[in-house]
């Protein structure tokens, strides 16, 4: 099939898009004591200079002593911090492209580093880093309101800065998804509930707080799963209607675009229909969402990581839905971690260029 819904502009709020490409965020360690360089600035003008319509970063910590587990991951605060990522952005619009910061907080996560510790206490919903294991203890109530505070004023910086959007990162097991799920949220206050929408109550304070700050007209995204790093195989939203119940707490808090992250994307959500996370959560909410998982490659994410290549793949049934309107823009992130020139090549029809994806790339900001 022609590439060419992939290729049509999107508009919503203040975000305008040339197409429906987005990078999506991937962890680079190349920003030393959390700064990023002038190598990590042309590394996303690259994306940029080659039709990437909006490129999501890498996670970013807010100000939270243990809001990540890598000395090296970028930081969104702090004086050094963010002139950093003012020449981000720069670089960014000098390619016409356009850019949104995912702001993050990994929560009760193991460090990656064995020789690095985070300068203070970890934080999660219960002290638990999964379903019966401890890590840390739970946030006391002045420590969630300084998390949410932190997420709000990383948003208005990103703002400030001449970002184009902002996203929370609330997916894959970390902080906002470890309030999300009852494996590892067992509070008994107003953080805490047997329902997963009351569950949803810190991510909905954020998203309340973030709006805030940046206004009615900012774009805010929210990266979501069912899946865990913990668990691949949980689920949030068993039906339908316990998604409904979710997502549209997180609509009705400030959420403008849900980032439906799942392993593969064309896998269904749900028995009875064809539809896969973004598509039911386009349908559910009204509102619009991005779709991501294995685009673009025959191997999903998390084999990678164990050394397995992945090779180019058909792109025809990601067009297939996407001209059915199930989605509205489409996260590639291997595929393009690989190379910066691949959202070009699909374009300009170059498919025999494109190329297999090897982990050795993540060693490299190419």
Same mark, same amino acid.
């Given at each position: ?146 998390? /949410? ?39 008994? *206050? ?31 995204? /929210?990266? /979501? ?64 969402? /991005? ?24 792109? *025809? ?50």
């Amino acid at each position: 099939m022609a590439a060419d819904a992939l290729f049509q502009p999107f508009a919503f709020k203040g975000l305008n898009l040339k197409n429906r490409i987005v990078m999506a965020p991937m962890t680079r360690s190349f920003s030393p004591g959390g700064v990023p360089t002038e190598e990590v600035a042309q590394y996303y003008k690259r994306r940029a200079a080659a039709e990437v319509g909006l490129i999501v970063s890498e996670g970013t910590g807010v100000n939270r002593p243990a809001s990540l587990n890598d000395p090296n991951v970028p930081r969104f605060h702090g004086d050094k911090e963010l002139a950093g990522w003012k020449r981000v952005i720069e670089a960014v619009h000098e390619a016409h492209g356009a850019m949104a910061p995912q702001l993050w907080h990994v929560g009760a996560v193991k460090t990656r580093d064995p020789e690095w510790t985070p300068p203070g206490p970890y934080d999660s919903p219960s002290g638990l880093s999964r379903p019966g294991k401890q890590f840390g203890e739970a946030m006391t109530d002045a420590e969630v309101a300084d998390a /949410i505070s932190a997420f709000a004023e990383a948003a208005k910086a990103a703002k400030d800065l001449g970002f184009e959007a902002v996203e929370l990162h609330g997916a894959h097991g970390y902080l906002i998804d470890q309030f999300f799920w009852e494996g590892t949220n067992v509070r008994e *206050d107003a953080y805490g509930s047997k329902e997963l929408p009351g569950r949803a109550r810190f991510a909905a304070d954020i998203l309340r707080a973030v709006r805030k700050a940046v206004g009615p007209d900012y774009p805010v995204i /929210i990266r /979501i799963s069912q899946w865990k790093q913990q668990d691949y195989e949980v689920k949030l939203a068993h039906d339908p209607k316990a998604m409904e119940a979710w997502l549209g707490a997180l609509v009705d808090a400030g959420a403008d675009i849900l980032h439906c992250s799942q392993r593969r994307f064309w896998e269904p959500e749900f028995e009875g229909s064809d539809l896969n996370f973004a598509g039911w959560a386009k349908k559910l909410t009204g509102v619009p969402t /991005i779709t991501v998982g294995s685009v673009g490659l025959s191997g999903e994410f998390i084999a990678s990581w164990g050394g397995e290549q992945s090779q180019p793949a058909s792109l *025809d049934e990601l067009l297939r839905r996407l001209e059915r309107g199930d989605f509205d823009l489409v996260g590639v992130g291997r595929a393009l971690l690989q190379d910066p020139e691949w959202a070009l090549k699909v374009k300009e029809g170059r498919t025999g260029e494109l190329m297999s994806y090897d982990r050795a790339a993540l060693a490299t900001l190419s």
